[in-house]
């Protein structure tokens, strides 16, 4: 495994960003019951944690996007990694909510923008695409072109990749689940058993573990 995926992987176990408990799977928004949860948003309290962040995205914004014009935060996770990665690169910042607002202007995206600026979007997680691809659809809708989307975290799920390939939308994350149970095993985190449940949830999490 890629080094700076272990390390990202290690800082957010550490910090309980992201927790594993086969034995009492987490019920998510979606009715799914899962072995594994994550909160991306606990890593904003922690500054060493934030700042490695932040510097691997503009590391990879910098080698792999050089002409990127601006960065979008999808709302709410990546608003603050999105403003701080802007800050970092000197580049605009503007972030897309899941819906238009129900008054006042009614924006979607917040902020300044032009038609064909080039965007890089930020996101903390990424589970079956399905909310992170609605920003890209929002941000080319307004008539931006979007060079690719960056995430701390991604379940790796079948569905999340056929997804991005359908919106032509470069995924690439700065860890990701494979990493991540890894990690947990080297360090006594987890069992063998829980290590095969943890396969066996990703393989279905939809049919995992119904009453």
């Given at each position: 495994m890629k080094e700076n995926e272990k390390e990202i992987a290690q800082l957010l176990l550490q910090i309980n960003a992201i927790k594993l408990n086969p034995a009492k799977p987490y019920k998510w928004a979606?009715?799914?019951?899962?072995?594994?949860?994550?909160?991306?948003?606990?890593?904003?309290?922690?500054?060493?944690?934030?700042?490695?962040?932040y510097e691997a995205f503009a590391d990879i914004i910098t080698k792999k996007y050089?002409?990127?014009?601006?960065?979008?935060g999808?709302?709410?996770?990546?608003?603050a990694h999105g403003a701080?990665?802007?800050?970092?690169?000197?580049?605009?910042?503007?972030?897309?909510?899941?819906?238009?607002?129900?008054?006042?202007?009614e924006n979607q995206i917040e902020g300044e923008y032009v038609p064909q600026q080039r965007f890089v979007v930020i996101e903390d997680l990424?589970?079956?695409?399905?909310?992170?691809?609605?920003?890209?659809?929002?941000?080319?809708?307004?008539?931006?072109?979007?060079?690719?989307?960056i995430a701390i975290f991604t379940y790796g799920f079948p569905?999340?990749?056929?997804?991005?390939?359908?919106?032509g939308c470069e995924l690439e994350t700065l860890s990701n689940y494979?990493?991540?149970?890894?990690?947990?095993?080297?360090?006594?985190?987890?069992?063998?058993q829980d290590m095969d449940t943890l396969k066996i949830w990703r393989k279905a999490p939809d049919r995992w573990n119904k009453d």
């Open positions: 979606s009715g799914w019951k899962s072995p594994i949860y994550c909160d991306n948003r606990k890593t904003l309290s922690y500054p060493h944690v934030r700042r490695k962040i050089p002409e990127a014009e601006g960065i979008a999808v709302a709410t996770g990546a608003i701080l990665v802007a800050e970092k690169l000197k580049l605009p910042f503007i972030y897309i909510r899941s819906s238009s607002k129900g008054h006042g202007l990424v589970s079956t695409g399905g909310s992170s691809l609605k920003a890209v659809e929002a941000l080319r809708s307004a008539g931006c072109r979007v060079l690719g989307m569905m999340a990749v056929d997804n991005f390939l359908k919106a494979e990493t991540l149970i890894g990690v947990a095993s080297e360090t006594g985190y987890i069992t063998n």
